[in-house]
Nanobody
């Protein structure tokens, strides 16, 4: 398994931006699709954004399209989530995850991801 550590969460106002980072523990991270998920209070965990191993293919939750951007730096073993124009409904714990299968395309299914970080809290006030 890959060890993942998220950072960058915090308390912001609506309309502000945050950039989340997820550092992976080993180089084989570069062979795996990565995803960001979130879980709000009283809600199920939901897919937010995903990127394939190369960074060339991405997918997003409809409600974050045009506001969030996922990217990765394989040389630094890090994946990012740039979040702009944040809304109160974006408030959640955000998790990054590594797909279990090498070279897979981005997936929206949490069951496809075998390694998870501990999560970072994002709170957006109105």
């Amino acid at each position: 398994q890959v060890q993942l550590v998220e950072s960058g969460g915090g308390l912001v106002q609506a309309g502000d931006s945050l950039r989340l980072s997820c550092a992976a523990s080993r180089r084989t991270f570069s062979d795996h699709a990565m995803g960001w998920f979130r879980q709000g209070p009283g809600k199920e965990r939901e897919f937010v954004a995903g990127v394939d191993w190369s960074g060339g293919a991405t997918r997003y939750l409809d409600s974050v399209k045009g506001r969030f951007t996922i990217s990765r730096d394989n040389a630094e073993n890090t994946v990012y989530l740039q979040m702009n124009s944040l809304k109160p409904e974006d408030t959640a714990v955000y998790y990054c995850a590594a797909h279990s299968q090498r070279l897979a395309l981005p997936s929206i299914n949490p069951a496809d991801f075998g390694s998870w970080g501990q999560g970072t809290q994002v709170t957006v006030s109105s």
